[in-house]
């Protein structure tokens, strides 16, 4: 059996069953994806802050390093929902076992398609960018200089 079989209520109620939970599953993946969004968001805002304040480019680079990471953990929660958007399609065109979460033998989806989409690469792309700006600015601002003398050291007074 390939599918419900429509003419029996209690396959039609399975079937409700089945949509609804795979409903479920994606409005799910959109929750955590727009939770890696405010976490990327806190933790990024953090370490560039922190960087401010203390003239430090390693706390701009860990700022970066935080938003791709979310940026992939994003990307894999939107991979998963697609799947299991194709699923509930499938089931809603009647060509899946029934009750069966098996997205393997769906549409092939590449995930660099989710990496790329408008609500990952569009929302992250100009926060890392923002960021190695930042990043590149804090390391020119501490390069050494030739021209600068060190600060005198008002411990090492000579008594006359």
Do not use: C
Not at 38 to 56: L, M, N, P
Not at 137 to 156: F, I, L, M
């Amino acid at each position: 059996m390939s599918g419900y079989d429509l003419s029996n209520d209690q396959d039609r109620e399975d079937r409700r069953k089945h949509l609804e939970l795979v409903s479920i599953i994606v409005g799910r993946m959109a929750t955590a994806s727009a939770a890696a969004k405010g976490w990327s968001i806190t933790i990024a805002g953090a370490a560039f802050g922190v960087a401010v304040v203390r003239d430090s480019w390693h706390l701009f680079l860990l700022g970066v390093l935080a938003l791709i990471a979310f940026s992939v953990i994003d990307g894999l929660y939107l991979h998963n929902e697609k799947k299991f958007r194709d699923l509930y399609d499938a089931i809603v065109d009647n060509s899946v076992k029934p009750l069966s979460m098996n997205t393997n033998n769906l549409t092939n989806r590449p995930k660099n398609s989710s990496y790329f989409s408008w609500s990952v690469a569009g929302f992250y792309a100009p926060l890392i960018i923002a960021g190695l700006i930042l990043l590149f600015t804090a390391v020119v601002s501490q390069a050494p200089d030739e021209n600068r003398r060190p600060a005198p050291n008002p411990g090492n007074h000579q008594r006359q």
